[in-house]
Nanobody, 126 residues
Framework: QVQLVESGGGLVQPGQSLRLSCAASGFTLGYDAIGWFRQAPGKEHEGVSCISNSDGSTDYADSVKGRFTISRDNAKNTVYLQMNSLKPEDTAVYYC???????????????????WGQGTQVTVSS
């Protein structure tokens, strides 16, 4: 079965960290671009970060730049999102997704992504 499964979400206090994982099954992640997205209540999907399959280059939303780091472990068929210095405004459901027809550089535009995981809740609150 072709799917993505996110894990690692939870409830943390402001300033703390979480690492999200996105595990692929049924296909090999190494050939594709992967994106992380989030959706807060009442808001649209926001492209948080992405990583290319070509040269491993990455891109981040300005709101998370310097705090979040995306990485991939092709041997484990998994992509990670390390989130540091979390803020209450980072609260959202986080999704990973795969772009099966990527350009050389990845994109954070949700419409380009073909397969989505079920999401994992991240809540940042004191």
């Amino acid at each position: 079965q072709v799917q993505l499964v996110e894990s690692g979400g939870g409830l943390v206090q402001p300033g703390q960290s979480l690492r999200l994982s996105c595990a692929a099954s049924g296909f090999t992640l190494g050939y594709d671009a992967i994106g992380w997205f989030r959706q807060a209540p009442g808001k649209e999907h926001e492209g948080v970060s992405c990583i290319s399959n070509s040269d491993g280059s990455t891109d981040y939303a300005d709101s998370v730049k310097g705090r979040f780091t995306i990485s991939r472990d092709n041997a484990k068929n998994t992509v990670y999102l390390q989130m540091n210095s979390l803020k209450p405004e980072d609260t959202a459901v986080y999704y990973c997704a795969v772009d099966w027809s990527p350009d050389y550089y990845c994109s954070r535009y949700p419409g380009l992504y073909d397969l989505w995981g079920q999401g994992t809740q991240v809540t940042v609150s004191s």
